[in-house]
C-alpha cells in the first residue's frame, strides 16, 4: 500500500530556533514530492521535489530529497510565530494528478 | 483572481440529512478535485471530475456520496442520510489541465459537523 510517513506528529519550539521535519514515503511509480503549509485553511503550495539531492530554498524554508533512502526534509531557520502551521507532504505518483498526503507536522512556535 | 471557491465554510447538519459542499474553481480551471480531511489525519482523495465527467472515483465511498461538475456552475460534493463519521473538512482543489506542474489550488474547505 502506497503510504507518506511525516515526524514529529507535533513539534513545540521557541522563536528562533531552527526546525527539521521529516517526510519518508513507500509509493509505487514516484513522480515528485510535495510541500504545503496548512494554517487553519487551504494548503498553501512551498516546494516540489523531483531530484535527489537538490535543494530548493525560499527565505527560510528549505528542502531536499533523498529518493535512494525515501524521503524529505523541510528546514525552517530563524522560526518566527508566523511558522506556526501544519506542514503536509505529500506524493504524486505517475497517475498525474492523485497526491498521497501525510498526516502532517503540527509545529507551534512560541514567542 | 478570486482563486477556489467554497461554500459554504461551516456546515451543521443532523443525522439523516443531506449536505451539499460547493466549489467553483479558479478562473480558466477545468479539473476539479474533492479531498476528505479527518482531525489529525493527511488529505484523502475522494474524486477527480472535468466538465461533466467524473475521472476517478476511487477514493468515494460507493455509498450515499457522490460528486459532479456540470457544464454550468460549481462542482457539488453531496453526501446523503449524515452519519458523525462524515464529519471532516472537505477540501476542493483545481488544475488548468491534468498536468499538474506545482500541485493544486486549494479552496479555504467546507467543515462539515455531523450532530
Known amino acids: 500500500e502506497d503510504k507518506v510517513v511525516q515526524s514529529p506528529l507535533s513539534l513545540v519550539v521557541h522563536e528562533g530556533d531552527t526546525v527539521t521535519l521529516n517526510c519518508s514515503y513507500e509509493?509505487?511509480?514516484?513522480?515528485?514530492l510535495l510541500w504545503y503549509k496548512q494554517e487553519k485553511k487551504a494548503p498553501t503550495f512551498l516546494f516540489m521535489l523531483?531530484?535527489s539531492g537538490i535543494e530548493k530554498k525560499s527565505g527560510r524554508l528549505s528542502s531536499i530529497l533523498d529518493k535512494k533512502e525515501l524521503f524529505s526534509i523541510l528546514n525552517i531557520t530563524a522560526t518566527q510565530t508566523g511558522d506556526s502551521a501544519v506542514y503536509l507532504c505529500?506524493?504524486?505518483?505517475?497517475?498525474?494528478?492523485?497526491?498521497?498526503w501525510g498526516a502532517g507536522t503540527k509545529l507551534i512556535i512560541k514567542p | 483572481n478570486a482563486g477556489v471557491m467554497q461554500n459554504p465554510r461551516h456546515l451543521v447538519r443532523r443525522r439523516g440529512q443531506e449536505a451539499r459542499l460547493r466549489c467553483s474553481p479558479m478562473?480558466?480551471?477545468?479539473?476539479v478535485y474533492w479531498y476528505r480531511q479527518l482531525p489529525e489525519e493527511g488529505l484523502k482523495f475522494m474524486v477527480y471530475?472535468?466538465?461533466?465527467?467524473?475521472?476517478?472515483e476511487s477514493g468515494m465511498p460507493k455509498e450515499r456520496f457522490s460528486a459532479e461538475f456540470p457544464k454550468e456552475g460549481p462542482s457539488i460534493l453531496r453526501i446523503q442520510q449524515v452519519v458523525r463519521g462524515d464529519s471532516a473538512a472537505y477540501f476542493c482543489?483545481?488544475?488548468?489541465?491534468?498536468?499538474?506542474?506545482?500541485?493544486?489550488?486549494f479552496g479555504s474547505g467546507t467543515r462539515l459537523t455531523v450532530v
Open positions: 523531483t531530484s
Open positions: 482543489a483545481s488544475s488548468p489541465s491534468i498536468q499538474i506542474l506545482y500541485g493544486y489550488t
Open positions: 471530475l472535468q466538465k461533466e465527467n467524473i475521472i476517478d
Open positions: 509509493v509505487t511509480n514516484f513522480r515528485s
Open positions: 478562473k480558466g480551471h477545468s479539473h
Open positions: 505529500a506524493v504524486r505518483m505517475d497517475s498525474n494528478y492523485q497526491l498521497i
